[in-house]
């Protein structure tokens, strides 16, 4: 057997074209169990001298031979490329795109496009173009690869099953985990303990949300809870020109680096959606001040390759 079948490919740039060398072939159980009909119906047709069981046992050959031609054509010449991926966070879903192009000019059908944790079939017209999102869950911060991809196809009798395998240079970056009842961050340097900071009075209100168990009781807006029996705190943003510190060394020593950088995605995230102008200190290094979406990225960026060398 061909040991090419069974050989990790290192990651490949775009496009990648399935050419002839690298698609193979094999019968599905389907396959092998028409297969050994069409024996069965060969050594009857010897032994009792039928000519219309040859000719039915050999039109049956042929159509097999004619359908692993087919599944071997309906993936020749198709041309990948890749899309845009879509960051996340631990534990979220990671969107990784890719477009199958084809150049030949005629129509290919079910075909199937598999990762580790998803299969999407779809067909593929000619001479066009067709994206294709495959996901996977991210289960640490920094780069994800997308992995070994097969494309397969079982067209058109299913009797045969026609694939491809490559692992493409697609990257994604995964942000760290959102700590789900982070504490108000420090504002203007003021505050830095990193465990509590109520509204003061100088902030906005800015509505009502879901209670944390970090709030303090200043937080609580009882009447919004006598109303609805459950318990509701009160959000502030910060009044025009306050900009916050968002610091790594102001955080409690009792955090370990996956929480201090959970906190510090919280507070990040929360900024950009309040259009807040904030600076990110790391240890080895400062971000900002900014607040748009491209200081926020750069911002989770920093915080997701935090403590990995530049080559790992």
Not at 62 to 76: C, D, E, K, P, Q
Not at 109 to 137: K, M, Q, W, Y
Not at 271 to 281: C, D, G, K, N
Request: glycine residues 8%; hydrophobic residues 40%; aromatic residues 8%.
């Amino acid at each position: 057997m061909d040991l090419r079948l069974f050989r990790i490919r290192p990651a490949e740039a775009y496009p990648i074209v399935l050419e002839r060398r690298r698609i193979f072939v094999l019968p599905t159980r389907s396959g092998l169990l028409f297969a050994f009909t069409l024996f069965a119906m060969l050594l009857a047709s010897i032994n009792y001298t039928l000519s219309l069981g040859y000719a039915l046992t050999f039109l049956l050959a042929g159509v097999g031979v004619t359908s692993t031609f087919h599944a071997y054509r309906n993936l020749l010449g198709i041309e990948v490329n890749g899309g845009h991926g879509t960051p996340a966070h631990v534990s979220d879903m990671v969107g990784f795109e890719f477009s199958l192009n084809d150049k030949a000019r005629r129509d290919r059908f079910a075909i199937g496009v598999i990762n580790s944790e998803e299969t999407v079939v779809t067909d593929l017209p000619a001479s066009s173009t067709l994206h294709v999102r495959l996901t996977c869950r991210a289960i640490r911060r920094g780069p994800l690869d997308a992995g070994r991809i097969v494309i397969e196809t079982r067209f058109p009798l299913g009797l045969v099953r026609a694939w491809s395998v490559f692992t493409p240079d697609h990257t994604v970056i995964v942000y760290p985990a959102i700590e789900r009842e982070a504490p108000n961050p420090p504002r203007g340097g003021e505050d830095h303990d990193g465990e509590s900071s109520a509204s003061d009075g100088s902030d906005d209100f800015a509505g009502l949300r879901g209670h944390r168990n970090t709030d303090s009781p200043r937080q609580m807006a009882w009447k919004a809870i006598a109303r609805a029996d459950t318990l509701i705190s009160k959000s502030f943003t910060a009044s025009a020109g306050q900009q916050l510190d968002l610091r790594w060394f102001d955080l409690p020593d009792t955090l370990d680096t996956e929480a201090r950088l959970s906190r510090l995605t919280r507070w990040v995230v929360d900024a950009a959606a309040q259009a807040r102008e904030y600076t990110l200190t790391l240890p080895d290094q400062s971000i900002g001040p900014g607040h748009d979406a491209t200081h926020r990225d750069r911002c989770l960026t920093a915080l997701a390759l935090f403590g990995m060398s530049a080559h790992s």
